[in-house]
């Protein structure tokens, strides 16, 4: 199950409740918990990852806080490799490396460990998310993946918010894969 159909696409996003005007007025917010909640719902999206990225030689699977944490630990342990959080700043108690980006008003930091994979040079690695919007984020947690001496194969987000670009910003970075795509 490489491809899901677009029945499949459907009933995963019903699966994904709307909050509207959070966490501010004016945002329409995918709260991925129902689909979490919705045992068919969160198998069907698992199957298919871990499907598509069972013949990929992935060493890692790295999440970005905290919503990516819950899709790459589960991706990670269906496919029987190792699971690295990408924490924002002063959050892991080991020895990090760090990536500044952008924010609409001011600057954020995320952190691995200076040794997440291991110290081995070339790892591949896939990043995940639940949803990518302007992108900053994921930019940087690739930048991340790159500067501790990994390969980010791919990036894949359950969720594109497609009329933010946000993808462009991965551009040279990484290939984009996502499932469900709000326009």
Do not use: W
């Not at 199950?1 to 677009?6: I, S």
């Not at 068919?40 to 013949?55: I, K, Q, V």
């Amino acid at each position: 199950m490489k491809t899901l159909t677009d029945e499949q696409k459907k009933f995963l996003m019903d699966s994904i409740r709307d909050v509207p005007d959070f966490p501010k007025p004016g945002i329409l917010f995918k709260d991925i918990t129902t689909l979490l909640n919705d045992p068919e719902a969160f198998n069907l999206l698992m199957d298919h990852l871990t499907a598509r990225y069972a013949e990929m030689d992935l060493d890692y699977v790295a999440g970005i806080e905290s919503r990516g944490f819950i899709f790459g630990a589960a991706l990670a342990a269906k496919l029987g490799i190792g699971f690295v959080p990408v924490r924002k700043s002063g959050k892991l108690p080991h020895t990090t490396i760090g990536e500044k980006y952008a924010l609409e008003y001011g600057v954020d930091e995320i952190e691995i460990h200076i040794d997440a994979f291991r110290n081995e040079e070339g790892a591949r690695v896939l990043l995940i998310d639940d949803l990518i919007a302007t992108g900053g984020t994921a930019e940087a947690a690739a930048k991340l993946i790159r500067d501790a001496k990994a390969e980010c194969v791919e990036a894949c987000f359950i969720i594109n918010l497609t009329f933010l670009n946000g993808t462009k910003k991965l551009e040279g970075l990484a290939p984009v894969y996502h499932i469900l795509e709000v326009v």
